[in-house]
């Protein structure tokens, strides 16, 4: 028996991905929502009716390549665009090129790959030939479109979200990559359907994934007397050593992440908190970012409930500052689990709201004389600091003096809930305020 290698001759070179592109709709895996008979883009390409388009969707679910289909559907020349290697003078200069070919008659569909990469210049260069529909163009980003294309390129391009692929739609992939002669059919290969299954899984919705995934066990499978490969079960396993998971640190899954980290915890769902925290790690989050947020936390969603949270949080961090990954991973799940299952209270978040908002929409007002200093005979004589009353000096360590403006005098801002150890502290304010009414 011997390992298979790139040099025996028996597998193309070109990535097996590339070789089972499809090329037409009939072809194309998943997206049924959007190309199954009746479905409104199916529709537009077979009605040639297509006009300015994004397809926002994450990796591997075919949008380059459903580019390339409607290109060739619809008879348009196809020319795609990369924003590390295309700037305004190469924009320009194609644009020259698609108006020209329009006057001849010929349609432009430009593919714009990333389009969120794009700056702005950049995506308003594109702008004027889309108005007068001198090119179709296509752009493809894994990034929520409405933060990341200008308004104005996005107001006339028609979005089409594309999904992550099914399972069923993965095993068909795979299981046609097997046999087809494009791909592996030319091979003798002995894969159990649970393997492809495991494949499937692994790849999370990415066909370039599973399809790179497949070939790499292939590749390193063993060859039995020359005439069949047998993939193992170990040889699938190390080609699957990380799942690979959706995850970019500056984009919108980031934010949808830490959204559900947090919301789980509010929720006191330890199990979901761990889950999403585990997310975030997999795929590469820097754990002091996470820390940061369970300190936020620990105070808008605890308060105080309990405020050994803010503790908790805290020395999380610190832990995370002196270990890093892979050890303070058992850090921060501690904090998270504490998180999600101490008492909750908001009270000190809508406290700091509610007084913002009025920092903000009414007059500022000057501080009462009676709190302010009298470092000089001047502020003295002008009553600085006149009627101040020492809190220490009285057996109850309570004064009936108003330390707010007095056009804010009723305001209250801290509403303590009877949640945890904030219960105690409501008592404690309700007699507080009941006395100094009582002494006014």
């Not at 990415?206 to 039995?224: I, Q, Y």
């Not at 502290?425 to 507080?432: A, H, N, S, T």
Request: hydrophobic share 40%; proline share 4%.
């Amino acid at each position: 028996m011997k390992q298979m290698s790139f040099f025996d001759g028996r597998i193309e070179k070109a990535p097996l991905a590339d070789r089972l592109r499809p090329e037409t709709i009939e072809e194309f895996a998943g997206q049924h929502h959007l190309l199954d008979e009746g479905k409104i883009l199916r529709k537009l390409i077979e009605q040639d009716n297509i006009s300015s388009m994004i397809f926002w969707g994450p990796p591997g679910v075919g949008k380059t390549t459903l580019a390339r289909i409607i290109a060739k559907k619809t008879k348009s020349n196809f020319i795609e665009f990369s924003a590390v290697s295309s700037g305004i003078k190469e924009i320009k200069e194609v644009m020259k090129e698609a108006e020209e070919a329009a006057f001849m008659g010929m349609r432009t569909l430009l593919f714009a790959d990333e389009i969120h990469r794009f700056n702005k210049a950049q995506q308003d260069a594109f702008l004027p030939y889309v108005e007068r529909g001198s090119i179709i163009l296509v752009g493809a980003t894994t990034e929520n479109p409405s933060f990341e294309i200008n308004s104005a390129l996005l107001s006339r391009c028609k979005v089409f979200v594309l999904k992550a692929l099914e399972k069923d739609d993965m095993m068909s992939l795979l299981s046609n990559a097997v046999k087809s002669p494009k791909g592996l059919g030319n091979l003798n290969i002995k894969i159990k359907n649970r393997q492809l299954e495991a494949i499937a899984v692994f790849a999370n919705g990415d066909a370039r994934t599973a399809l790179n995934t497949l070939e790499m066990a292939v590749l390193n499978s063993e060859v039995k007397s020359g005439s069949s490969i047998t993939v193992t079960d170990s040889v699938v396993a190390q080609c699957m050593d990380r799942r690979s998971l959706l995850y970019d640190k500056s984009g919108e899954e980031h934010y949808n992440l830490i959204s559900a980290l947090h919301k789980s915890m509010r929720n006191s769902d330890p199990d979901a908190a761990v889950y999403w925290l585990c997310r975030m790690l997999d795929g590469g989050e820097d754990p002091l970012y996470i820390a940061r947020r369970l300190v936020r936390f620990a105070s808008e969603d605890v308060g105080m409930a309990d405020s050994n949270a803010l503790q908790v949080a805290v020395a999380a961090y610190q832990a995370c500052h002196f270990l890093g990954m892979p050890e303070c991973d058992v850090h921060l799940t501690h904090a998270v689990v504490y998180l999600s299952m101490t008492a909750k209270s908001n009270a000190l978040y809508r406290a700091c709201e509610a007084c913002k908002k009025d920092v903000k929409s009414l007059p500022a007002e000057p501080v009462p004389l009676h709190l302010c200093n009298a470092p000089t005979s001047l502020m003295k004589e002008l009553n600085y600091g006149k009627g101040y009353e020492y809190a220490h000096n009285t057996a109850e360590k309570l004064t009936a003096m108003t330390c707010l403006p007095e056009s804010l005098s009723r305001r209250a801002y801290y509403k303590p809930t009877e949640e945890g150890r904030e219960k105690a502290v409501k008592e404690r304010l309700k007699q507080i305020k009941l006395w100094k009414e009582k002494h006014r």
